[in-house]
Structure formats: structure tokens, C-alpha cells
């Protein structure tokens, strides 16, 4: 189902270069399910023509706090009443100074001081000056004091040559920061700590023993955990996913180093959730150089070592986090999860099985705790995530 399906977005689009992202964003959004009505300013119209935005949505687009197409001359008043949200994008250093001391002298900023409990974001875009001057920073302080989300901005080249902050985030990520919005925020005030991905243990400078995880599981409870409203760390072994928007990543390969960063940090959890695939056992005398074929044939000698439990040494600390572990099987999926969780000293622990997810888009998750089992249906795995994030919310008791 689309992630917007049933919104409806006023978009509204102020004076900036930036304005030619926002057809790129009219689109996503549209693809997510959203219902669009663009407003523009006059200085917009400058960068990018009402005819364009019209093109691409399909509605009127509205430009003139006068407009005769509006019976009673309130385009102002009925734009907002019954919408979702007002986004603007991009939102200029003006517009902010307007929006922040509630100034209203044409059709945007009217609306935006009469849309009542409509909420309101904004993507911030200008020259990097601009954005750090002490007057944008008040005037920013004050939007978000007044309960306006502010999506960026961004750090990077921009249109004049210049780098720095004030780069107005990709429509991706402002897509992404809209759809989060949404979402409940059942784990706000709340610091999660979760673990992702497989762990790399060296035979040599060049070999590794690993494992097929593809980490997206655990990318996709991070984004769900920090959409809930978590601060989120997210301790990831090598994995090419990117690291989801306002989580905190850190990167690690063996376990050990894994268990160093959970360890260090898991007092100041209240959740904990352990998906990575931790190897069972690394290599007890991994070569310095490059290991070759002998002459005979015969394969080099390899120790192993137990590698440690992150997740039971996590769940044995006397004021530790609420934990929750993965298992991840082949076979006899209840038996094998639910003596792991006695194992390990856990309240909860979510399975699936091993063929089934491992380099698919959807899973089957599992939950077992005390009570038994609850099996969640098949879907995507970030939506998998999310049933999971407000599972958990549900259930963890208070610390």
C-alpha cells in the first residue's frame, strides 16, 4: 500500500533554484498515494512555471490570495481545511522570517497562518550565509518552538558556487521525513539501540568468514524505531545500505568490536534489539599475509574461537534495556526460537526463517515471549518493521 495512500499535501513552493526539485517531489508524492494542491509565491513562479506544477498534478495550481476561483475569495481558508499537511519546499530565508513573526501578505503565507491545526513543514534552501546568519537561526528557533518541523537543511555544493549548510535536502529525503511524520510516535523519549548486518571474522588480509545477511532487516527497525520518535544507534557490521535518516550509525566488522560498541552503550538504552547475524566463532589465528595453495594440497589449519553472546551479556546487566533478540532458522522455527530466548534470559524474541528472508524484500516474522507465539503477516520488511516497532511499544514495560 503506498505510503501516503488518503493524504492530501498542500505543497507549497517559495522564491529559489531549489523550486526545480520540487516537480521531482510532486511526483513522489503522487506515487505514494497523495492527493497534491500546489500554491506558489510570486518569486517561485520565477524559477518554475504554475503550468509545470498543473502539468504534473493534475489540479490547479493556486497562486493569487484573490483568486475569482474561489467563490467566497478564501483560497486561504479552503486550501488547508481538510488536508493533512502544508510542506514547503523549498522554504526561502523570507518565507521563514514571514512564517516565524506571522506575517500574511500573499495567498502561502496566509494560508500557512490559517491553516489552524494543519500541520506544517518545511524544507529550508539558501546560500549557506544566509542560513547562519543569527536572524534565520532566531527565526528557526522559533518555528520549531511553535511546533513547525524543519527537514534539513542539507550540507553541500549549491547554486552559487559556494558549499556549505543551507543545501535543501533531496525530495527522497523529504519524501521520507513527510512519511515519517506520520507515522506514531510510540517510542518518543526513548534511546534504542539496535544491531545490524553480518560480522566479518579475518582468515587473512584478504579473507573473511562471514555470513549471507544483507543487514535490511535491521536498517528497516532503525528507520521504523527513529520514525517512532527514538534517538536510534544502530551498530552495523559491512552491509551497502544507507544509514536510515536521523539514526546514528556506527560501523564495525568482527564481533568483538560489535560487543565493545553495544557494550559501551547499552546502559543508556531503554530497547535494545539484536538482529545482526553475529558469527558463532572467528578465527583464533588469522593469518598477517595473504594465506597461498601449498604445494600438496592440503588447506591451512584454521582455529576457531567462540565468539562472545552480545545479546545474552546485554540481557544478564542489572538495570540493562529491554532486550530483544532474532533468530533466524532453517528448520523447526517455534522450538529452536523459544529455547533461544530461555537461553539467553530474554523477554522476546522475533524468528523467521533463514530461506525465506535472506535476499528477499518481505519476511514472515514471528514473535514469541512468554505467552506464547504471534505470527505477523507476510509484507515488506519495512512494514514488517514498523507492526514490530508498535508491537514492542505496546509491551516493553516502563523502565
Known amino acids: 500500500m503506498p505510503e501516503l495512500s488518503g493524504k492530501r499535501i498542500i505543497l507549497g ?28 509565491t510570486a518569486a517561485a513562479s520565477r524559477f518554475i512555471t504554475a503550468e509545470t506544477m498543473q502539468a504534473l498534478s493534475g489540479r490547479p495550481v493556486w497562486l493569487d490570495a484573490w483568486d475569482a476561483r474561489a467563490d467566497n ?55 549557506h550565509e544566509m542560513w547562519t546568519h543569527p536572524a534565520t537561526q532566531r527565526n528557526a528557533a522559533q518555528l520549531l518552538a511553535d511546533g513547525v ?7 553541500g555544493s549549491q547554486a552559487c558556487g559556494e558549499t556549505g549548510s543551507g ?39 584478504v579473507r573473511v568468514l562471514t555470513n549471507r545477511s544483507s543487514g535490511r532487516m535491521g536498517y528497516a527497525l532503525a528507520r521504523a524505531a527513529a520514525e517512532a520518535g527514538a534517538r536510534v544507534t544502530l551498530v552495523s557490521g559491512p552491509t551497502a545500505l544507507p544509514c536510515p535518516d536521523g539514526v546514528s550509525r556506527i560501523d564495525v566488522r568482527r564481533a568483538t568490536e560489535m560487543r565493545a560498541a553495544v557494550m559501551a552503550r547499552a546502559a543508556q ?21 595473504k594465506l597461498k595453495k601449498q604445494a600438496d594440497g592440503q ?11 552480545i545479546l545474552a551479556e546485554v540481557a544478564a546487566l542489572p538495570d540493562g534495556p529491554w532486550c530483544v533478540g532474532f533468530a533466524a532458522e532453517t528448520d523447526h522455527l517455534h522450538e529452536h526460537a523459544q529455547a533461544k ?54 509491551h516493553q514495560p516502563s523502565r
Open 341 to 394: 530466548r530461555a537461553r539467553k534470559g530474554i523477554p522476546v524474541i522475533v524468528g523467521n526463517l533463514a530461506q525465506q528472508a535472506m535476499d528477499a524484500e518481505d519476511t514472515e516474522l514471528v514473535i514469541f515471549d512468554r505467552h506464547g507465539a504471534q505470527t505477523l503477516p507476510r509484507q515488506s520488511k519495512l512494514q514488517a518493521a514498523r507492526a514490530l516497532i508498535g508491537w514492542i511499544a505496546a
Open 167 to 205: 543545501r535543501m535536502m533531496e525530495p527522497d529525503q523529504i519524501l521520507r521525513a513527510l512519511v515519517a511524520f506520520f507515522q506514531p510516535k510510540v517510542l518518543a523519549g526513548r534511546q534504542v539501540l539496535i544491531t545490524a548486518g553480518p560480522t566479518s571474522e579475518p582468515i587473512d588480509p
Open 149 to 155: 518541523t524543519l527537514i534539513g537543511p542539507a550540507e
Open 269 to 289: 538504552a531503554h530497547l535494545f534489539i539484536a538482529v545482526a547475524a553475529v558469527a558463532d566463532w572467528g578465527i583464533a589465528n588469522p593469518s598477517a599475509i
Open 73 to 127: 475569495r478564501m483560497a486561504h481558508i479552503n486550501l488547508t481545511r481538510g488536508a493533512d499537511a502544508v510542506l514547503i519546499v523549498p522554504a526561502s530565508t523570507d518565507f521563514l522570517a514571514k512564517l516565524a513573526h506571522g506575517l500574511a501578505d500573499d495567498l502561502l503565507s496566509t494560508l500557512c497562518v490559517a491553516r489552524g491545526a494543519v500541520p506544517l513543514l518545511a524544507a529550508p534552501a539558501m546560500n
Open 13 to 40: 513552493l517559495t522564491g529559489g533554484i531549489a523550486c526545480y526539485k520540487s516537480a521531482e517531489l510532486l511526483r513522489r508524492l503522487q506515487d505514494e498515494g497523495a492527493t497534491v494542491d500546489v500554491v506558489m
Open 299 to 309: 588447506p591451512p589449519v584454521l582455529d576457531f574461537v567462540q565468539n562472545p553472546d
